[in-house]
């Protein structure tokens, strides 16, 4: 079988393309190498897509499948490896079985940044958390630290406030990147302790984590501060690195025609946060998966 459309990641861009793909009769499938929902099923709460004021990560992206399985979505669990050109179609070598199809809609979005500092990798699931609405609950009443200044950090600091006993706050720059709302926030609740303009250089203990050592970025004075957790949210790296024969920028985003999301294989698109922008939101993963569906369209049909 050829299909004439496989996306691979079901996140809110794959999601979003399948939805456009499926009211315009094409042959799809797509393919989730983990759990549908992606990036934004590991939060809470979400503030600000348009339409829900506020609902959990889990919540959004169940209507979502739900929307698209009521077309007739098929999802296959597999974990994509590669991408081949043969001419005629493309050829998709999955861990379980290869597809072959006409287009192809990448959207494989992100995983998070690492800090790469000592400690890190060790205490990786034994204190050193990417996830706050995972592992949260385990540092109730406990003074943790939550590392990064943008939405991510501050939102999820903001919902650790509510079940640990202190959240320090560790941002190497003075001013925060996070929205203004989102900041409010966290300025109004009583157990949060900001340490800006510095770093963290390791994390430290025995079995568990004991406690953070932070650097200042002006004096380059170091401080250790005793904690349980530490919560990481320093941005996001696009998950493309199995994707050799297509053209990406220095930080692995992948490179994409401005208007019609085509990459550098003809017939390939990409969407969400595999691909490099300004914001990288549901928001705007949506609307680009909107794109790259109606563009893989336009695409076969110029073909056939
Ligand atoms: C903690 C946190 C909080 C956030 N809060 C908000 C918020 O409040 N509002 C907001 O708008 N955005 C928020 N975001 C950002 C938002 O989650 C992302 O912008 C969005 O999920 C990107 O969607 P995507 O479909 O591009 O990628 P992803 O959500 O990353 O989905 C990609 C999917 O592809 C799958 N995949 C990857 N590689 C393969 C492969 N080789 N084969 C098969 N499947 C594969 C993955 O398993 C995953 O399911 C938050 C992100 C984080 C981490």
């Avoid at 109004?188 to 430290?204: C, F, G, K, R, T």
């Amino acid at each position: 079988m050829i299909y004439d459309v496989v996306i691979i990641g079901g996140g809110p861009a794959g999601l979003s393309a399948a939805i456009y793909a499926l009211r315009a009769r094409l042959n799809i499938v797509l393919i989730e190498k983990m759990a549908v929902g992606g990036q934004i099923a590991l939060t809470d709460n979400i503030e600000n897509y348009p339409g829900f004021p506020s609902l959990s990560g889990v919540e959004l992206m169940q209507k979502f499948e739900e929307h698209a399985k009521g077309l007739g979505l098929q999802i296959i669990y597999d974990e994509i490896k590669d991408i081949s050109d043969d001419g005629e179609y493309k050829t998709l070598r999955g861990v379980n079985e290869n597809y072959k199809t006409q287009t192809v809609i990448i959207t494989v979005g992100a995983s998070p940044k690492r800090l790469n500092i000592p400690g890190e990798r060790e205490f990786t699931g034994r204190g050193v958390s990417y996830c706050a609405t995972c592992d949260g609950p385990f540092f109730k009443d406990q003074d943790i630290a939550v590392v990064g200044g943008g939405d991510a950090a501050l939102k999820e600091a903001n919902y650790l406030t509510k079940i640990v006993k202190s959240v320090t706050l560790i941002h190497r720059r003075k001013e925060f990147r996070a929205e203004k709302i989102i900041q409010e926030r966290l300025h109004n609740a009583n157990n949060v302790i900001m340490q800006l303009e510095h770093i963290p250089v390791s994390i430290n203990g025995n079995k568990t984590v004991e406690s953070i050592t932070i650097e200042s970025v002006k004096t380059k004075e170091r401080k250790t501060v005793p904690i349980k957790g530490v919560f990481i949210f320093i941005g996001i790296s696009p998950q493309t690195s199995f994707l050799k024969n297509i053209e990406k920028d220095e930080y692995g985003f992948i490179k994409t025609d401005p208007y019609t999301l085509m990459t550098s294989m003809p017939g390939v698109f990409c969407a969400g946060d595999a691909h490099s922008k300004k914001l990288l939101q549901v928001a705007t993963a949506v609307g680009e998966g909107a794109l790259a569906a109606t563009a893989a369209e336009e695409f076969i049909c110029d073909v056939c």
